[in-house]
Structures are given as C-alpha cells and as structure tokens.
C-alpha cells in the first residue's frame, strides 16, 4: 500500500497535526519538509526552532562519558562538515569518527548489501576505551 493511500496517515497528518497531505506531496526538498511536516508534528515551531533544539552541538563541551560520533563522507544530511571539530579537539571524552563511506545511519558494505558494518567501529572503540588507551580510530567502510 502506497503512503497516499494510507488513510491512517491522512487522518493523522490533517486531524491531529493540522497538515494538508495534498500540501504534503508537492514537498521537494527536506528541508520544506522538516519545515512543514517533521517540526510540525513534533511541537516546533519551524525548521529552524526544529534544527536549533535538535542539535548536540551546545552540549558537547559537558559531555563527560566517553562517547563515539560516527560519521560518512557520504552523508548528505549529518557528514562530517556538520559536526564542530574544534569541540571535538577541546573535549577529550568525545570522539568524532569520520569514514569514507556509509551514507545516512546506514553504514552498509555496499548499496546492494544488506550487511552493516557499523559494529565494528563501535566495538573498536570500546576496546580501546577498555584498553585505555588513546587511539586515532581510523576506520573504512571495509573494516
């Protein structure tokens, strides 16, 4: 079933959110969308209100658990131009790791794999966290 057709999503959108689906399909970048859809329904105001309240980025300097940001080259909305790296190099208990591939929360082997690859990383960094030892994780999508 297409999601036009969905009439749970109609009711959804238009009933409880105040949001013409018709208004909805004529969207064509994600930004108007998260304007007029993703902040709507999750009580922003607006995009900017939305990205603004959203974002690790204020907080990064308390952070004070060890914590690993995994990121792709590819990703075409939270690459690694997004993140701050100056806080990064401040704040010695977060790691900002940056791999050439992996596109957006997917970090698969390939387009056409259906295996991830993400754990790998993640259980490097632990290790060397249980190691303690401070290392550059330097991490491909071929891990």
């Not at 238009?14 to 909805?24: L, T």
């Not at 930004?31 to 690790?56: H, L, N, P």
């Not at 010695?92 to 390939?110: C, F, M, N, P």
């Not at 966290?129 to 994780?137: A, Y």
């Amino acid at each position: 079933m297409k999601l036009q057709e969905h009439p749970h999503i109609h009711h959804l959108l238009r009933e409880v959110h105040g949001i013409d689906f018709e208004e909805v399909k004529k969207i064509k970048k994600f930004r108007e969308f998260d304007d007029k859809v993703t902040a709507i329904m999750f009580g922003y105001s607006g995009v900017i209100d939305y990205y603004t309240k959203c974002s690790v980025v204020p907080v990064l300097k308390d952070i004070k658990t060890k914590t690993l940001f995994l990121s792709a080259q590819d990703d075409p909305f939270f690459g690694p131009h997004i993140f701050p790296v100056d806080e990064f190099k401040e704040n010695e208990d977060i790691y900002l790791v940056a791999t050439g591939g992996g596109g957006h929360v997917g970090y698969y082997d390939s387009i056409f794999s259906k295996k991830q690859w993400l754990n790998k990383p993640a259980f490097k960094f632990i290790d060397c966290l249980h190691s303690r030892e401070r290392q550059i994780l330097t991490v491909s999508s071929q891990v």
